[in-house]
Every structure is written in C-alpha cells, then in structure tokens.
C-alpha cells in the first residue's frame, strides 16, 4: 500500500532539503529513493523538488499556468462574445465566415472599437478556437415547443408527396413551408402563428405573424412572401395541416404554373430546410410566449421585417452535402459557410437585375442598427406580452369571484 497524499507532501518536503545540497551524484541517488517511495514519474519528482529553488530564481512556483502562454486575451474573448451575440449566437464554422466578412465594415463605422493587433488575431481566429472561448457563454436551456399540424382536406391525394431525399435542385425558387404556434403552453382558444418560408436552393428565409392558422390568413401571408422573393416562385412544399391542402392554394399554383407538393404525415425530415429554421429563426426571435392579440401580430411582423434583412444578408449558412455511415457512426460533410444573398448572387439562374437589386439594397444596410432596432421591438413585445398576461390574470380572479 503506498502512501498517503499528507505522507507524500511530507516526505517532499524533507527530500527537497536534501536533493537542494546534494552533489550531481548523490541527486541521482536520492531521485531513485524518492519515486520509489512516493511513487511518482521521475521527471514529475525533479520538479517537486525543484519547486523552491525555482521559485526563488523568479521561475514558476507551479501555482501559473502551464503549457503554451495565452494567445487570446480577455479583451480579444470580451469581443468575440459582442460578435458572437450580435450575430445571433451561431456555431464556431458559421461565425468565423461572419466575422470575416463584416468585421472590417463594423470597424470603419466605429461599431467596435480595435487596434491592429486585435482585428489581426480576430481575422485569424479559426472556427475550433472560437468554440472553445465560447464554451462557457454557451450553457443555455434548450426548449421544445408542440405540433399543430392538423390534417388536410380529400384534396390530398391530389398533391404528390415529396420526401427529403427528393430535393435535389439547384435552382432557386422550390420552398418549403411551415407554420409555428405561439400558445404559450396553452391551446385554448385562437393564437398567432408564424408562417415560414425557406427555399431549399439558396436558404433564403422569410417569416410573417399571422392571427391564427385559418386558411385565408395563411394564403395571404403565402402571396405576400412571394412578391418579395429576389427570384420567381418556382414551388411549394408543405405539410399536411389544413392551412395549406385546400382548394385555393391548389387553384393558385396551378393558375401560376407553382409546383405544389407535400411531406408524409408524421415525417418531420421531409420539411427539414424549414423546420431548421423554426428554431433557429423564429423561437429564438420570438420565444415560446402566447401571442393572441393583433397587436402583439403587428410588432411581431414588425420584428420579423428586421430580422429577415439579418438573416438573408448577414448570417452564414451550411448545407449539408454528404453523409455518410461508418459502422455506428454518421459522418456528415458541410459545403464552405455563405449567407442567402452570397448563394442568391451565386446562382446562374437568378436574372442580373434581381442581383443588381439585392446589391443596392445590402449596400444601404447597416448590421448594428439593424440589430438595436430588432432588439428595441423585442422589448417592447415583451413587455406588451407581461401586461396582457397580468391583465387576464386579474380579469380571472374577479371571475372566479363572482362565481363565489
């Protein structure tokens, strides 16, 4: 049985007198005696025992930090944090693009403050380290909301199914739609809903609030996203709620030549593009609060109109272009990290001035201001959110006693 940690502090402590005023030939001995008896590495014993010493002549006492010295420090992590949130607290592969694409633009306009030396290692910076520096801002609590999904009308079995596997365009124009609920934990009655919009090519987004999920509000919601797509609508995927398989979407897409489709029941990865993007878009914009008034559907199209430009303009995507399984395991490869408008102009299918367009409208957009006014909205839903909430509260307590 060897000993224990307070005998081994103590044996040190004697030995490192003696091993101090040894010979070169008498250290080797007294090395020898030590690890065996405390039993430790040889190279480990030669620094416990060098310790003091090493600590008079101003070396390391074994209290500092170890390993290579830091390369980034507290002020480089301080801004790597700022831009970490002000794009929306994206992966390490995603920020990194981000951040070489727009950190010279936000330099120029005084929007973060950094010397040379700073913009030089934040340039630098690979994907790895910044996940790393990130790791402890990143603890947050992941929530799961419920489905709405209701089934369709007979129409149905006019709509061709359409799986995941079967996206394979390149062409600009084929979306996928969805609808997320915004209940706040309770079904009850009616409550606004967000309509999403991706197209599977490219990964452009739009979102719209609409009052509940009835057919007519959906509809509209469809045909105003489709006059702000920078290309033409070329088809619609969508589940199998209500909202989408009836008789009027069916009659608009075959009146204007749109591919209409839809997913098989039960079967989330069929709208994968979309359902991406109901979490990482709209709940982390909106939340998981009730909105039932019009109101709180006005500030929330109001907010969803800031936060498209960020999305389509500023923030990098990857898509997935290969998986493969090993064993057990799943493997899966990304293509290089780019944001919507660099797909969009990318894309020989998309006409010259729809380019022309979107390049004078990204090149009057600010990322800060942007940012701040989403944000100010933000609060103001809230807050609008907490006084209908106390409101109702009260109103059911004078209910309850009147019942009494």
Same mark, same amino acid.
């Not at 959906?218 to 702000?228: E, N, Q």
């Not at 039932?292 to 898509?319: C, H, W």
């Given at each position: 049985?060897?000993?224990?940690?307070?005998?081994?502090?103590?044996?040190?402590?004697?030995?490192?007198?003696?091993?101090?005023?040894?010979?070169?030939?008498?250290?080797?001995?007294?090395?020898?005696?030590?690890?065996?008896?405390?039993?430790?590495?040889?190279?480990?014993?030669? @620094?416990?025992?060098?310790?003091?010493?090493?600590?008079?002549?101003?070396?390391? @006492?074994?209290?500092?930090?170890?390993?290579?010295?830091?390369?980034?420090?507290?002020?480089?992590?301080?801004?790597?944090?700022?831009?970490?949130?002000?794009?929306?607290?994206?992966?390490?592969?995603?920020?990194?693009? +981000?951040?070489?694409?727009?950190?010279?633009?936000?330099?120029?306009?005084?929007?973060? +403050?950094?010397?040379?030396?700073?913009?030089?290692?934040?340039?630098?910076?690979?994907?790895? *380290?910044?996940?790393?520096?990130?790791?402890?801002?990143?603890?947050?609590?992941?929530?799961?909301?419920?489905?709405?999904?209701?089934?369709?009308?007979?129409?149905?079995?006019?709509?061709?199914?359409? @799986?995941?596997?079967?996206?394979?365009?390149?062409?600009?124009?084929?979306?996928?739609?969805?609808?997320?609920?915004?209940?706040?934990?309770?079904?009850?009655?009616?409550?606004?809903? /967000?309509? @999403? &919009? /991706?197209?599977?090519?490219?990964?452009? /987004?739009?979102?719209?609030?609409?009052?509940?999920?009835?057919?007519?509000?959906?509809?509209?919601?469809?045909?105003?996203?489709?006059?702000?797509?920078?290309?033409?609508?070329?088809?619609?995927?969508?589940?199998?709620?209500?909202?989408?398989?009836?008789?009027?979407?069916?009659?608009?897409?075959?009146?204007?030549?749109? /591919?209409?489709?839809?997913?098989?029941?039960?079967?989330?990865?069929?709208?994968?593009?979309?359902?991406?993007?109901?979490? *990482?878009?709209?709940?982390?914009?909106?939340?998981?609060?009730?909105?039932?008034?019009?109101?709180?559907?006005?500030?929330?199209?109001?907010?969803?109109?800031?936060?498209?430009?960020?999305?389509?303009?500023?923030?990098? *995507?990857?898509?997935?272009?290969?998986?493969?399984?090993?064993? *057990?395991?799943?493997?899966?490869?990304?293509?290089?990290?780019?944001?919507?408008?660099?797909? &969009?102009?990318?894309?020989?299918?998309?006409?010259?001035?729809?380019?022309?367009?979107?390049?004078?409208?990204?090149?009057?957009?600010?990322?800060?201001?942007?940012?701040?006014?989403?944000?100010?909205?933000?609060?103001?839903?809230?807050?609008?959110?907490?006084?209908?909430?106390?409101?109702?509260?009260?109103?059911?307590?004078?209910?309850?006693?009147? +019942?009494?």
């Amino acid at each position: 049985m060897g000993l224990v940690m307070k005998e081994r502090k103590a044996v040190t402590r004697e030995t490192r007198l003696r091993y101090r005023k040894a010979t070169k030939k008498a250290k080797k001995r007294i090395l020898d005696e030590f690890t065996r008896l405390a039993g430790y590495n040889r190279k480990y014993a030669i @620094t416990l025992l060098n310790r003091e010493d090493s600590a008079r002549r101003g070396g390391p @006492t074994g209290k500092e930090r170890r390993g290579r010295p830091r390369m980034y420090a507290e002020t480089i992590v301080e801004i790597l944090v700022w831009l970490w949130k002000l794009f929306d607290f994206m992966c390490g592969k995603r920020l990194v693009v +981000a951040i070489r694409t727009n950190l010279e633009i936000l330099a120029h306009r005084g929007d973060v +403050a950094l010397d040379a030396r700073q913009k030089e290692k934040l340039l630098s910076i690979s994907s790895a *380290s910044i996940d790393r520096l990130l790791k402890a801002e990143r603890k947050r609590t992941r929530l799961k909301g419920r489905s709405y999904t209701t089934p369709g009308s007979l129409l149905k079995h006019q709509i061709p199914i359409r @799986t995941f596997s079967d996206w394979e365009e390149n062409r600009p124009g084929f979306v996928e739609a969805d609808l997320v609920g915004h209940d706040g934990g309770s079904s009850r009655g009616d409550f606004a809903h /967000t309509l @999403t &919009v /991706t197209d599977v090519c490219t990964g452009w /987004t739009e979102i719209r609030a609409v009052k509940n999920k009835a057919r007519k509000w959906v509809f509209a919601a469809l045909k105003g996203i489709r006059g702000v797509l920078p290309f033409p609508l070329q088809g619609i995927d969508s589940d199998n709620g209500g909202e989408f398989i009836n008789a009027h979407l069916v009659k608009y897409c075959d009146e204007n030549s749109i /591919t209409f489709t839809r997913s098989r029941p039960q079967r989330k990865n069929d709208n994968c593009y979309v359902e991406q993007k109901n979490g *990482s878009v709209v709940r982390a914009i909106a939340g998981y609060c009730r909105y039932d008034t019009d109101r709180q559907v006005r500030l929330l199209n109001s907010i969803y109109g800031e936060a498209r430009l960020l999305v389509n303009f500023f923030y990098p *995507s990857m898509k997935l272009i290969e998986k493969t399984r090993i064993g *057990s395991k799943v493997k899966k490869r990304y293509d290089v990290p780019k944001t919507p408008y660099q797909r &969009v102009l990318d894309s020989v299918l998309v006409s010259a001035q729809g380019k022309e367009e979107l390049m004078r409208q990204q090149e009057g957009l600010n990322l800060v201001e942007i940012k701040r006014r989403m944000e100010v909205k933000q609060d103001q839903l809230v807050k609008l959110t907490a006084s209908i909430h106390k409101r109702s509260q009260r109103e059911g307590q004078k209910s309850r006693r009147v +019942a009494k």
